[in-house]
């Protein structure tokens, strides 16, 4: 078997590599590294061993059998089809897809069991949306979730190198703008993604359309208030949830220790909760600061953290291609 890892050379693409090298599934599958066809022929370290970066081109010749995409919409609009014509599985890791009709949108944790020989494209949520969702599944599924309202506080990583470049200039004393229109570093940007005719950004209403999809729940009210923080990794929630039906504090907890995927930290009189500083490498997702809302009936705030190179990108792109192997639909 084949895996081809599209984008190989970016933050995602490398860390994608690290999470299939640690994988003893993937230990006698033939991992291709992708890239642009100015690093074609270049080598590309991944753990002891080298891969020769081969154009998208030389790719498709080979003919992998699963293709996991990290190379920006555009690539994955016109390639991924491409791929799955020839009959390779396409895991996107862009937004390309995601609100595509009949593209599933999967988080192994919640609706993997979705997943058929025939999806040939499939869609890897947003980072921010991935450690979400996984968060208020079990919640929904127990209680009914009729209202969310979520603030991000997300780490630079998820601009890229080049919101970790201007981060690093900027705390040099060299101002840039490389990723974003302010100074980053000593400060905090409401501003995630494009703005929109509605005021919300493309992030913000991310987390609204992928939600919905992913919990198979479209009347769900959801609002969202983006904020990049000058954190190297791992991305934070503050979240407000309202639910149809009412729950006790401690049925709550146990709903989250037992659900796949997610780990509680949360005795706030010892100080533990948690924190994107504590949790980078993490394929988790984490939980704290879990309490009643005293304003509002049969609501809960809750603080989600998890690393978004890991479970938010490389990490879930590399379950879903698990799940198939492991169900034969590859």
Known sequence: MKI???????LVGREILKVLEEKSLFNDI???????????????????KELIVL????????????????AGGAISKEWAPRFAEAGCTVIDNSSAWRMEKGIPLIVPEINAGILTQNDKI?????????????ALAPLHNAYKIERVVVSTYQSVSGSGLTGLHQLENEEKGIIRNEAYPHQIHRNLLPH?????????????????HETRKILNAPQMAITATVV???VTGGHSESVNVAFKKAYQIEDVRKLLEEF???VLLDEPLQNIYPMPLNIRGRDEVFIGRLRVDESC????NLWVVADNLRKGAATNAVQIAEHLINHKLV
């Open 55 to 70: 154009s998208k081109e030389e790719c498709l010749a080979k003919k992998p059998d699963i293709a996991i995409f990290s």
């Open 192 to 208: 995630g993604g494009d703005f929109l005719r509605n005021g919300y950004t493309t992030e913000e209403m991310k987390l609204v």
């Open 228 to 230: 990049r923080v000058p």
């Open 4 to 10: 081809a890892v599209v984008g190989a050379t970016g």
């Open 30 to 48: 033939n991992i291709l590294a992708v890239a642009s066809e100015r690093s074609a022929g270049t080598l590309l370290k991944q753990g002891t």
């Open 297 to 300: 009936k049969n609501a809960l």
């Open 260 to 262: 796949p995927g997610l």
């Open 122 to 134: 499939i869609a890897n949520p947003n980072c921010s949306t991935i450690q979400m969702v996984l």
